[in-house]
């Protein structure tokens, strides 16, 4: 009997149910609008990949709902240390405790499977999202305006679905076929290096700063991280002619991970995975055709130095969710699917040439870059602006489109909103889904009655002494804050932001009685 062809319409298709693609599934779903996820893995990919993300992303996985799940899977990182070959240190960044900003913990280590389990277990709870694991998708086809179909072959049955969709999002990683299937390429951004990538479980304690240290040497660069309570990574520069299969077995991992492991008996330690990688800094040359848009490391790669890797395509999805969820309710026009690609693109472009620069300092050079480097790391580790820029976790702000204000003016426009009242996490929760207005000044009748019909809160902060300082610190009494808590514009006249609201949200339809 030959396999059987099922269709299934919906309005969202996201291929791929990795963090990124699920991040746009629950994004959607916030807003009302449904989706389909397809992945060719029936469960979670087992491997290990990402460790590290940051407060950002962490208020982002909040405001889908598995913050606090993620606090029971995950540890508090400590920062990052700059070593030399024989683990002195050249330069150290701390970055524990709690953003002031975002309210969570600045940077948090984690294994990628459990993260990928906590968000699937929150898809499964998700009414508005399916999930269709265990599919390949075969064909992709813009069918006319408006209209995209994917075929796609179940991997146990050969049953064919053909599934047609509004919009498609493509999160199907770094070989992606939905960014082959509008004919975008990957431009590369000068950086390529071979690097084995060790993942080992032990119950011993390294006694290890709590960290991540990045040995800073030409000859063979490296990384050590602690995962979990009993999980550890190592990363490793691979030599010319060397290959992972040459550090299959503990043995010969034993010299590499020495300088970490001390006088400890490693004979009985698993080696989780030993396995060579890519590190590579590439960008898409166009992130969108028409409906189809491409997210996460279809779009991007980031070399692991910084761990924003994984975060970049969760801010994607942050980023592009709403837009797409308004625009299919008729709440935002089409315009604003062009404001996608331009704000991600500079933000992920900046965030890979920071990662490429630490990459380059921790490898380039031969021995006169070694030198170098123990003698200018430590001068540079006392520099206020180089600290402030390792040791802060926030983010450049964004820009480039016409949902930010490009107001020399305006200090505010690009900046996430403070998230903190009294050191609670509670305004994005005041804030809900949608936009809102962030004032010292409250409106008038006329303008939060435009406020109200578009679905616009409203957030007076007399009462609530960060976010006034917020404002005072930008020069502005109010500010227009968008789905994702980016600051859309901010200034001084209250009505011209309400204004700017009103152009751009189409209040929601009511019933007229006879």
């Known amino acids: 009997m030959s396999p059987t062809t099922t269709s299934v319409e919906t309005p969202v298709l996201i291929v791929g149910a990795g963090p990124t693609g699920a991040c746009a599934a629950l994004e959607l779903a916030r807003h009302g609008t449904a989706s389909v ?22 208020r982002i996985l909040d405001r889908l709902g ?45 294994d990628q499977p459990d993260l990928e389990g906590l968000l699937r277990d929150r898809l499964a709870e998700t009414p508005e999202v399916t999930l269709l694991g265990g599919h390949e998708v075969t064909a992709i086809e813009q069918r006319g305006p408006g209209r995209v179909r994917v075929r796609a072959r179940a991997s146990g049955t050969g049953e064919e679905q053909v599934l047609d969709a509004e919009v498609l999002l493509g999160c199907d990683g770094a070989n992606s076929l939905v960014r082959r299937s509008i004919g975008a390429t990957l431009t590369d951004l000068g950086f390529e290096q071979r690097w084995l990538v060790v993942d080992i479980r032990t119950r011993d304690d390294l006694r290890q700063w709590e960290g991540v240290h990045q040995v800073c040497d030409s000859t063979r660069a490296a990384t050590y991280m602690r995962i979990g309570p009993d999980r550890y990574r190592w990363e490793f520069q691979l030599l010319e002619g060397e290959t992972a299969d040459d550090f299959a077995a503990l043995e010969a991992l034993a010299p590499l991970i020495a300088p970490w492991t001390a006088d400890l008996d490693v004979s009985s330690w698993e080696v989780i995975r030993s396995a060579e990688y890519t590190f590579r ?41 709403w837009k797409v969820a308004g625009f299919l309710t008729g709440a935002l026009s089409a315009d604003v699917l062009d404001t996608y690609e331009p704000e991600r693109s500079r933000h992920a472009r900046t965030m890979i040439d920071t990662a490429r620069l630490l990459g380059t300092v921790m490898t380039r050079g031969g021995r006169t870059g070694d030198t170098l480097r123990g003698a200018v790391v430590p001068v540079l580790n006392r520099a206020r602006v180089v600290r402030r820029r390792f040791i802060d976790s926030a983010t450049p702000a964004l820009g480039g489109s016409s949902l930010v204000a490009s107001s020399r003016g305006d200090r505010l426009a690009g900046q996430l909103c403070p998230n903190t009242v009294d050191g609670r996490r509670v305004v ?60 859309a514009a901010s200034g001084h006249d209250v009505s011209a932001l309400v204004a700017r609201v009103a152009s751009l949200i189409t209040p929601a339809r009511t019933e007229v009685s006879a």
């Open 37 to 58: 996820v397809i992945d060719r893995w029936a469960d979670v990919y087992p491997q290990p990949r990402a460790v590290h993300l940051d407060d950002e992303v962490l």
């Open 428 to 487: 994005d929760d005041l804030i809900g889904p949608g936009w809102a207005l962030v004032t010292a000044a409250a409106p008038s009748p006329s303008d939060r009655r435009e406020l109200e019909i578009r679905g616009c809160a409203v957030v007076e902060t007399p009462a609530r002494r960060e976010l006034a300082a917020w404002l005072r610190a930008g020069r502005a009494t109010a500010a227009l804050v968008r789905p994702d808590r980016t600051t």
């Open 281 to 321: 800094a590439a960008i898409a040359d166009r992130w969108r055709s028409g409906r189809i848009f491409l997210l996460g490391d279809a779009a991007h790669l980031t070399p692991p130095f910084i761990g924003q890797g994984m975060g970049a395509g969760v801010r994607d999805a942050s980023n592009l969710g």
């Open 66 to 110: 598995v913050a606090e799940r993620f606090a029971t899977i995950s540890r508090p990182g400590g920062g990052l240390r700059l070593v030399d070959a024989g683990l002195r240190v050249l330069g150290e960044f701390p970055r524990e405790g709690v953003s002031p900003t975002s309210g969570f913990t600045r940077a948090s280590m984690f």
